[in-house]
């Protein structure tokens, strides 16, 4: 069984015990998130997809760490001028483990 859940603006196809990074989600490792922003949920042929979401279906995962992404550097510079920006940026992840499907 897999679905497709909406966390962070993205949306992630996941199944049972995969682990998936997203956006950061408050709590501690150890913790058990619930996504109720189901869009399709899927088994073989049965599929199920949402208008916009599948009503009643919910996907459940444990939280493994929080973590950040790496350093991403945007660096502006214009010819002749002496004039250079930089500016660096790690994104705030989290690791989540699905641990259960739920479909209506």
Same mark, same amino acid.
């Given at each position: 069984? &897999?679905?497709?859940?909406?966390?962070? /603006?993205?949306? &992630?196809? *996941? %199944?049972?015990?995969?682990?998936?990074?997203?956006? $950061?989600?408050?709590?501690?490792?150890? %913790?058990?998130?619930?996504?109720?922003?189901?869009?399709?949920?899927? +088994?073989?042929?049965?599929? @199920?997809?949402?208008? =916009? *979401?599948? +009503?009643? #279906?919910?996907?459940? %995962?444990?939280?493994?760490?929080?973590?950040?992404? =790496?350093?991403?550097? #945007?660096? @502006? @510079? $214009?010819?002749?001028?002496? +004039?250079?920006?930089?500016? /660096?940026? $790690?994104?705030?992840? +989290?690791?989540?483990?699905?641990?259960?499907?739920?479909? #209506?």
């Amino acid at each position: 069984m &897999y679905a497709v859940i909406k966390t962070g /603006g993205k949306q &992630y196809r *996941v %199944a049972k015990d995969d682990i998936v990074t997203i956006e $950061r989600i408050s709590g501690d490792a150890g %913790a058990t998130i619930e996504f109720s922003e189901v869009l399709l949920v899927g +088994s073989g042929a049965d599929v @199920k997809v949402g208008t =916009p *979401v599948v +009503s009643g #279906a919910k996907v459940t %995962a444990e939280l493994v760490e929080q973590t950040r992404g =790496p350093k991403l550097i #945007a660096f @502006k @510079k $214009r010819r002749r001028k002496n +004039s250079r920006r930089k500016k /660096g940026h $790690r994104q705030d992840l +989290s690791t989540v483990r699905i641990t259960n499907i739920t479909g #209506a």
